[in-house]
Each structure stands twice: as structure tokens, then as C-alpha cells.
């Protein structure tokens, strides 16, 4: 047990860590293919954060559990905006444009309600959803690549200044052929130390699971969510420090987009996707009231304050401690 808990822990530093490489690396080179600033910061750093996610619930989905992989997803989805907005609010009030982040608020919401299709569905989510929801996901990439296009020069500028006052997020690319293969070794390296991380790390919390006797769903919207939420925890407290509202909530909800459009649609393509009765009663409304409660805390004066990151905190406390009476039955 206690080999399965450092393996645990050392998992997670390891996907943390290939996840800020591949951020770094995959954003130096879309820079270098002259893409937007504004494009790479609502879908590459979103996507780059939500690596963890994605390789723990493909992998957990291969190995046929799917309790770990929706789990994941959706609990990812929670703990991204009770946990990591509410942190990042304590350490700092986020203030926020609003109309930068509205649609994409929407759209959260909206694919929020996908597990839901599992009702008509015999209680799973087949392959052609996990590709329709892929499809999405490249259609909603696509939006945002016009819109940042179209941006103009002064939002630009400003993302672009944003962007270097933060390294954790971009770094900087460097000129010249070395410069491109290094950006491209570490995007390799990244990738390898997520995959390798992730199972890690999927092994690690089942066989803790087993220990503790505690259900693999539990498992999956708890511990296995927060661990690979950590990169967007990180990145969100860093750019709410520096003043930088809108990286923190974009992070946030281009993550969520991604979890459910890109993560569980993967997952189901790899296999189909069981979603237990707790997961469409209790954990799907719990993280759509999540998403819905972005919208009267951005309408008050497009601020996030500390007694409302409070209130999304102890929010979430409530939840884990309802997830931990039930027992994570499905």
C-alpha cells in the first residue's frame, strides 16, 4: 500500500511536469507557424493542461475501466471550477472580461449535459458519440482559430503581453533549426512522460481503490480528478497572482471543453463508456451547476472575489463529503 501511494505521488509530479513541457513546447511551435497568440491560449494551453486527464482516461478506458475514466472526466470538470477558480480567487480576486469568456461559458455548459445521452443509450456512451464529440471538439478549435484571426492587433498585443508576463503558460520560442527541434524533442519527451506517468498513476489509485475498499468511481471523481487537475490548478493560481483574469477563467473553461468534447470522447472511442446511475444523477447535475454558477459570479462587476472562491471551496467539500457517505455507488 504504501509502494502504491509513492507511486501515486511520483506519478503525479511526473505528469505535471510533462504536461508544463508540452505547453511550453507545443506553444512555442504554434508560434512559430504563426498562429494567433489568442488561438494558442484558448486551445493549446487549455488542451496542454488537460493532457493529464487525457491519457489517464484513454489508458483507463483500454483497460476497461470506465468507472475511472468518466469518473475522471467529470470530476476533472468539478474540481476545475469549485477547486482551482476558488484557489485561485482566495489568492487573488480574479477580474474578468466577460464577453472574452461568455461563449465558451456556454459551450461548457452545453457539452456538460453530453453524459446524459447515456440514458437513451442503455446506460453507455457508444463509439459514433465518442466521434461526434471529437468532431466537436474540432469544429469548436476551428471557431476559435477564425475568432482569434480576427482578433485585432490591440487584443492581440494584449494576450501576447499576458502570455510573456506568465512563463508557466508559453515560453518563448528561440530562432533558427535548433530552435525547432527542440521545441519538437520536448513535445515527444512530454507526451512519453504523460503516458508513462498516467499509467502510472491509474494502476497506483485502483490499487488503492481495492485497499481502502472504496469504489473505482470514487476514486475517479476524487482523487484521480484532482490529481490530473493539477497543471490547470498551477496555471490558474499563477495568472490570478499576476493579474491576468482572463488567462485563469479561459484556462478553466477551455479545459472543461476539452474534458468532455476531447477526453471522454477519446475514451469512447477507444471503448464504449458505461456511466453508472450515481454519475447521471448526482455527478452530471453537480458539475453542470458548477458551469452554470460561472454566470452571476462573472455579472457581478466580471469578478470572481474571495468570499465567493470561499464559497466554491466549501462547495466542493460538501460534494466530497456526499460522494463519501454514498460510497460512490453506481
Known amino acids: ?9 511520483g506519478s503525479l509530479l511526473l505528469m505535471t511536469g510533462g504536461a508544463e513541457g508540452l505547453v511550453r513546447s507545443a506553444s512555442s ?27 489517464s482516461s484513454v489508458l483507463a478506458a483500454a483497460r476497461g475501466s470506465s468507472d475511472v475514466a468518466v469518473g475522471n472526466v467529470v470530476g476533472s470538470n468539478i474540481f476545475n471550477v469549485a477547486v482551482i477558480l476558488g484557489v485561485a480567487a482566495v489568492a487573488h480576486p480574479i477580474v474578468v472580461r466577460v464577453g472574452a469568456v461568455r461563449r465558451d461559458i456556454v459551450v461548457a455548459c452545453a457539452v456538460a ?18 466521434g461526434a464529440m471529437v ?14 484571426r480576427r482578433a485585432s492587433p490591440d487584443v492581440e498585443r494584449l494576450v501576447a503581453e499576458e502570455m510573456e508576463k506568465a512563463p508557466v503558460l508559453v515560453a518563448a520560442p528561440t530562432t533558427g533549426s535548433w530552435g525547432w527541434l527542440r521545441d519538437t524533442a520536448m513535445t515527444i519527451a512530454s507526451l512519453g512522460a504523460l503516458i508513462v506517468g498516467a499509467g502510472w498513476f491509474i494502476t497506483s489509485a485502483v490499487a488503492l481503490a481495492r485497499a481502502f475498499e472504496i469504489p473505482e468511481l470514487t476514486i475517479g471523481l476524487t482523487v484521480v480528478a484532482a490529481g490530473t487537475s493539477m497543471p490547470e490548478l498551477v496555471t490558474s ?6 493579474r491576468q483574469g482572463d488567462i485563469a477563467v479561459g ?18 472511442l ?32 466580471g469578478r470572481i472575489s474571495r468570499w465567493e472562491g470561499a464559497a466554491l471551496l466549501g462547495g466542493y467539500a460538501l460534494y466530497v463529503d456526499v460522494l463519501l457517505r454514498l460510497g460512490g455507488g453506481s
Open 237 to 242: 493560481t499563477v495568472a490570478a497572482l499576476r
Open 29 to 55: 511551435l504554434a508560434f512559430r507557424l504563426h498562429l494567433s497568440p489568442l488561438f494558442v491560449g484558448l486551445t493549446v494551453v487549455a488542451a496542454g493542461t488537460s493532457a493529464p486527464e487525457l491519457t
Open 113 to 130: 449535459t453530453i453524459p446524459w445521452a447515456a440514458v437513451l443509450l442503455g446506460g453507455r456512451l457508444p463509439r459514433w458519440l465518442g
Open 270 to 301: 477507444v471503448a464504449p463508456q458505461r456511466v453508472p446511475r450515481q454519475v447521471i444523477f448526482l455527478d452530471v447535475p453537480v458539475m453542470l451547476v458548477a458551469s452554470l454558477a460561472l454566470f452571476p459570479i462573472l455579472w457581478t462587476g
Open 251 to 268: 484556462n478553466v473553461v477551455g479545459s472543461n471543453i476539452f474534458n468532455v468534447l476531447g477526453v471522454l470522447g477519446v475514451s469512447t
Open 135 to 148: 468532431a466537436a471538439l474540432f469544429a469548436y478549435t476551428c471557431a476559435a482559430f477564425r475568432a482569434g
Open 1 to 9: 500500500m504504501l509502494t502504491s501511494a509513492l507511486v501515486l505521488v
